[in-house]
């Protein structure tokens, strides 16, 4: 059974930084790319990020891209994404999502529950 | 960047009726790399539709996509009182970014 276990959240200002990270088992986890996705309350789902099976490949939204740096180690079968300068903005529930192939362009077949980040003084 | 406009914005139909929902790009979508995806309150999103057409792993078969270039299609040909949730499509074959609709609310009339 694929699952996927977010963590790393919580409340932070504006300024600080978190790192998430997911966790991966039920599936090679080196075989596929791997997204962060969130959703703000009450919102839409947004992409956030990207990266391909082999870090080979990386993307990111234009409203995080310098700020966020996402990364994966395939022997401990995690993701993460490391969130500077965060923002009121960003405070949504972050998605780890599975790709259904190795590289950027996929959709994604398996979501985790999400963990809240909140950023608020 | 792909933007995807979705409607209508709400849907409201009664069990056992069709849902017809839209999906239009602002420019033509790759290999037809258009995702469904349904959303119920308190659950993450699950895949529903890939490639445009192809049912994903245990989706029902009143389940259909449709489509290609701009123009996209979710239909479920009889709706089940779980089938009432919030559907968002999405697009992959413009990387980066993968761009989400704003989504359609279905809801029970």
């Known amino acids: 059974e694929v699952q996927l276990v977010e963590s790393g959240g919580g409340l932070v200002q504006p300024g600080r930084s978190l790192r998430l990270s997911c966790a991966a088992s039920g599936f090679t986890f080196d075989d596929y790319a791997m997204h962060w996705v969130r959703q703000a309350p009450g919102k839409g789902l947004e992409w956030v990020s990207g990266?391909?099976?082999?870090?080979?490949?990386?993307g990111y939204a234009d409203s995080v891209k310098g700020r966020f740096t996402i990364s994966r180690d395939n022997a401990k079968n995690s993701l993460y994404l490391q969130m500077n300068s965060l923002r009121a903005e960003d405070t949504a529930l972050y998605y780890c999502?599975?790709?259904?192939?190795?590289?950027?362009?996929?959709?994604?077949?398996?979501w985790g529950q999400g963990t809240l980040v909140t950023v608020s003084s | 960047e792909i933007v995807l406009t979705q409607s209508p914005g709400t849907l409201s139909l009664s069990p056992g009726e069709r849902a017809t929902l839209s999906c239009r790009a602002s420019q033509s979508v790759s290999s037809s790399y258009l995702a469904w995806y349904q959303q119920k309150p308190g659950q993450a999103p699950r895949l529903l539709i890939y490639g445009a057409s192809s049912r994903a792993t245990g989706i029902p078969d009143r389940f259909s996509g449709s489509g290609s270039g701009t123009d996209f299609t979710l239909t479920i040909s009889r709706l089940e009182p779980e089938d009432f949730a919030v559907y968002y499509c999405q697009q992959y074959g413009s990387s980066p970014p993968n761009t989400f609709g704003q989504g359609t609310k279905l809801e029970i009339k």
């Open positions: 999502a599975k790709g259904d192939a190795p590289l950027l362009i996929s959709g994604y077949d398996y």
């Open positions: 990266i391909s099976w082999n870090s080979g490949s990386i």
